[in-house]
């Protein structure tokens, strides 16, 4: 059974740095492109940041593109989201996401596996 647990989430102010973890079981977990989306209150899921399999290559949401770093660790089974400057627009569930894919993909609809989610909330 695969499972994804996010952690990390909380409350803090604006400019403030957060870090967000992804443990995952029940895969392979460098086998796997691992993606962070987040959902905002009345607006659809949206892509944040991906990491191929061996980490050599990321992509960024233009949203949050300087700001946030995503890593991972094969060894863990875990993958990173340092946010940097945060903004109150930054506020969202945070949700880890696998495919089993060597190449990074944007879409919800390419991600197989899906984590609960971990809020993050940017005060002003």
């Known amino acids: 059974q695969v499972q994804l647990i996010e952690s990390g989430g909380g409350l803090v102010q604006a400019g403030d740095s957060l870090s967000l973890s992804c443990a995952a079981s029940?895969?392979?977990?460098?086998?796997?492109?691992m993606a962070w989306f987040r959902q905002a209150p009345g607006k659809e899921r949206e892509f944040v940041a991906a990491?191929?399999?061996?980490?050599?290559?990321?992509a960024y949401a233009d949203s949050v593109k300087g700001r946030f770093i995503i890593s991972r660790d094969n060894a863990k089974n875990t993958v990173y989201l340092q946010m940097n400057s945060l903004k109150p627009e930054d506020t969202a569930v945070y949700y880890c996401?696998?495919?089993?894919?060597?190449?990074?993909?944007?879409?919800?609809?390419?991600?197989?596996?899906w984590g609960q989610g971990t809020q993050v909330t940017v005060s002003s």
């Open positions: 996401a696998a495919e089993w894919t060597s190449v990074v993909r944007r879409s919800i609809s390419a991600y197989d596996y």
């Open positions: 029940g895969l392979t977990f460098s086998t796997y492109v």
């Open positions: 990491i191929i399999r061996g980490g050599a290559t990321t």
